[in-house]
């Protein structure tokens, strides 16, 4: 085995999952697809071939590239055109695919479990057939195949992890508005019937720096797709109701359907449809050793320690 010292790269630094992945490849080389005032992080243009070379000059064939830079606006990707969602969540993995090629780098993508419809009604495996519901969906699954190169299976250059609903320190996440929310006793209206694998972003990160490290000896591990999320999954209404409880604070929870909550509050406005199960099987990953919690645990232990939780 190999040192992965100065071969690792993080494109999305600034990312929720970025500042996670920071703490578990300390003397990675930081990137971000938006201007940063950390001197460390290094701007890159992933529209841009040769800003793309340029940037990444000093990665070659033992290189690991971890792209986390994305674009998550659902609602946002379904405007038409050329869009932020498919410049980051397309463009940018082609263009990093066509790089890869040329410099036999590793690349460790993260995808989405919106590339699939939630019709299943039990986890979905790597082996599922994406059949994605909205635009965004669309968009992760086009990225993931100009990686994958599902056109040429021997090339195992790329790795595609999917997870879902991230959660964790440093993040524009959601969460701390819920919890500030909890906290007020303000009446909150949350979506019971769509289940999602909440993942925080430190255990997402360990599970990554785990399997890069594995890749770096086995190399048949590469030109495969990895889940990778809490197990287990829950609603909204559910997520919101144990935050509640393990804060031990009494709130005021009104589960109500998707259809319902988007007449209450999105009338009118662009609203895509979303799928209604979309929890992932991570059993593939766990045969390699790389274990992950089920979601209440990791948020229990959030809660309570933020900076320590998933380690």
Not at 110 to 115: G, K, N
Not at 141 to 166: I, K, Y
Not at 212 to 233: C, K, M
Request: aromatic share 6%; proline share 5%; glycine share 8%.
């Amino acid at each position: 085995m190999t040192s992965l010292e100065g071969k690792v790269a993080i494109i999305g630094a600034k990312s929720i999952l970025g500042h996670a992945l920071q703490r578990e490849f300390p003397k990675a080389s930081l990137f971000d697809t938006e201007a940063s005032e950390d001197s460390a992080i290094v701007p890159i243009d992933l529209t841009n071939p040769r800003n793309i070379n340029e940037a990444l000059q000093n990665f070659g064939i033992d290189g690991f590239i971890i792209n986390a830079a994305a674009y998550n606006n659902v609602d946002g990707a379904e405007k038409t055109g050329f869009t932020d969602s498919h410049k980051l969540n397309v463009l940018g993995p082609e263009n990093l695919a066509q790089w890869m090629k040329v410099t036999r780098s590793h690349v460790v993508h993260l995808s989405r479990a919106y590339v699939f419809d939630g019709t299943k009604g039990q986890p979905y495996t790597e082996e599922d057939v994406p059949r994605p519901v909205n635009t965004y969906g669309g968009h992760k699954l086009e990225g993931e195949r100009h990686l994958l190169c599902l056109e040429q299976p021997s090339n195992s250059l790329a790795v595609v992890m999917r997870t879902d609903d991230m959660y964790g320190p440093q993040g524009r996440d959601g969460l701390d508005a819920l919890i500030t929310q909890i906290r007020s006793g303000n009446a909150l209206t949350v979506i019971n019937d769509q289940i999602r694998s909440p993942t925080l972003t430190t255990t997402l990160a360990r599970v990554v720096r785990e399997f890069v490290e594995l890749w770096n000896i086995y190399e048949e591990l590469g030109g495969q797709i990895y889940h990778a999320t809490s197990q287990d999954g829950c609603s909204r209404a559910e997520f919101a109701q144990a935050t509640a409880e393990l804060l031990n604070v009494p709130a005021n929870i009104s589960p109500v359907t998707t259809a319902d909550y988007n007449d209450l509050f999105r009338r009118g406005k662009v609203t895509a449809r979303r799928p209604r199960d979309v929890r992932l099987s991570t059993e593939k990953l766990a045969n390699l050793g790389i274990e992950t919690p089920k979601w209440r645990k990791d948020l229990r232990n959030y809660l309570q320690s933020p900076q320590d939780a998933g380690k």
